[in-house]
């Protein structure tokens, strides 16, 4: 089975700091996804990677950048955390090409910034 | 741009018995597919059952059932003999033609009532 591995199930962080957001994928998918989910808005996607190095903005990536330097890690960071970025952080991996692949997900990381 | 709306925020059934749960898009190609997926409270997301688009044959797996129309625009999900379990949060998913990124509805919470 797929396993997508989110550093964090939980994080405190202040207003104006920088935070890094990790997620680990094991089975050699090519794409990659950040999503936020929030109650009333489902899950909204921020930025997603379909090759190592290459990224594409989702619908809300303003605050938002990313990193992948290996197939297996995506990173979402935040440069200057607000108190409007608090919400749960899903990580998401598939395999491209494969039009019906569903996505994996990782248990989220719910951030809170204070 | 793509939309997926699901217009039931809160539902509850009672145990053993039938619900359906609503789901409408828009979007303007012709070749796409559709999922739900699941949240139970424990958070890690999961695939529920998919529809290909080209497909008119509504896809089933076990005691989940869709109801695709195509000219409607609809694609709602049946669960039978509902089981305490099936408590969750239940996102309706699009994925069309771009790097395959999926798009997904506000969602829908159901409660299974013993």
């Known amino acids: 089975d797929v396993k997508v591995t989110q550093s964090s199930r939980y994080l405190v962080k202040r207003t104006g700091e920088k935070v890094f957001l990790e997620c680990v994928q094991d089975?050699?998918?090519?794409?990659m996804f950040w999503y936020r989910q929030d109650p009333g808005l489902g899950l909204r996607l921020i930025y997603f990677s379909y090759d190592v190095k290459m990224k594409e903005k989702g619908d809300i990536p303003e605050g938002y950048s990313v990193s992948r330097e290996k197939k297996e890690r995506f990173s979402l960071i935040l440069e200057s955390a607000s108190t409007n970025q608090t919400s749960m952080y899903l990580c998401?991996?598939?395999?491209?090409?494969?039009?019906?692949?569903?996505?994996?997900f990782g248990n989220g990381t719910r951030l809170t910034v204070t | 741009a793509q939309t997926v709306t699901q217009s039931q925020p809160e539902m509850s059934v009672q145990e053993a018995e039938t619900v359906t749960l609503s789901c409408t898009y828009d979007t303007s190609e012709n070749n796409y597919y559709l999922f739900w997926y699941k949240q139970p409270p424990s958070r890690q997301m999961i695939l529920v059952i998919r529809?290909?688009?080209?497909?008119?044959q509504n896809a089933t797996e076990n005691r989940f059932s869709v109801n695709f129309q195509k000219a409607a625009k609809s694609f709602s999900l049946k669960i039978s003999d509902s089981q305490l379990g099936d408590t969750a949060m239940y996102f309706c998913?699009?994925?069309?033609?771009?790097?395959?990124?999926?798009?997904f509805g506000p969602g829908t919470s159901l409660s299974v009532i013993p």
């Open positions: 998913a699009f994925m069309g033609t771009s790097y395959d990124k999926v798009i």
């Open positions: 529809q290909e688009a080209y497909k008119q």
């Open positions: 089975m050699d998918h090519e794409n």
């Open positions: 998401a991996s598939s395999l491209q090409g494969a039009r019906n692949s569903p996505l994996h």
